[in-house]
């Protein structure tokens, strides 16, 4: 399948690592102009970039803090300024701050909550604002299947995740009219840093459960944001997709 993505403009939050990383890749890749959000990696991001620019084209990286909404108007300020358009948003940032329950303190549930869903939130709203004036745009939301299957220590970031699947399903039902498609997807144990000590103290357990017996790589998960990304994709909204090898069925 071929996939164009020729003059659009697409915005990949915590685009520096992991997942975000290969989606930037991929995107550039299909003909996106591609800008690059980080929070910390500057070093990260400039990889990312010398990727994109090694291949014979072009992409910005741009420094922020998702949680501080001068931090999101400051990078939307920027997108305005240089393109005066986003035809694509994938909200992929998020951070982890696990604890049982009992243990977690209120700043590590409100740094996951500020970050993981309310970053999105500010996201969408500016990028919804520039998609309405050209009747298109494509959001695309990385949510996890921790949101729907649950996980010990994970109550923040579970419910982070799962607000971010109702949060989408709310903006396909309201961003249809204006020719815009919003979606999720729901990667399950990717190869990251992220999932890292995870791996390293269940992997064995948790390979166990998934039917194609591996884990993801994260270029899997980048390879269906990139077709959401495109007009293959234009009938498809309100969806929550799982990347996970069958670990969500099992």
Known sequence: MNIDL???????????????????????????????????????????????????????????????????????????????????????????????????????????????????????KYAAEMMMANHSGKIINISSIGAIKGGRGQTNYASAKGGLISFTRSCAVELAGKGIQANAVLPGMIVTDMSSRVRKKAGEKILEQIPLNRFGDPLDVANLIVFLASDKADYITGQAIPVDGGLSVS
């Open 6 to 124: 020729s003059g659009k403009i697409a915005l990949v939050t915590g685009g520096s690592r992991g997942i975000g990383r290969e989606t930037c890749i991929l995107l550039s890749k299909a003909g996106a102009k591609v800008i690059i959000n980080y929070k910390k990696s500057a070093e990260k991001a400039e990889e990312v970039r010398k990727a994109i620019t090694d291949s014979g084209s072009d992409a910005d990286i741009f420094q922020t803090d998702l949680s501080e909404p001068d931090d999101v108007k400051a990078l939307f300020d920027f997108i305005r300024a240089k393109y005066n358009r986003l035809d694509i948003l994938v909200n992929n940032a998020g951070i982890i701050k696990d604890n049982l329950l009992l243990a977690m303190e209120l700043s590590e549930w409100d740094q996951v909550i500020d970050t993981n869903l309310r970053g999105a939130f500010l996201c969408t």
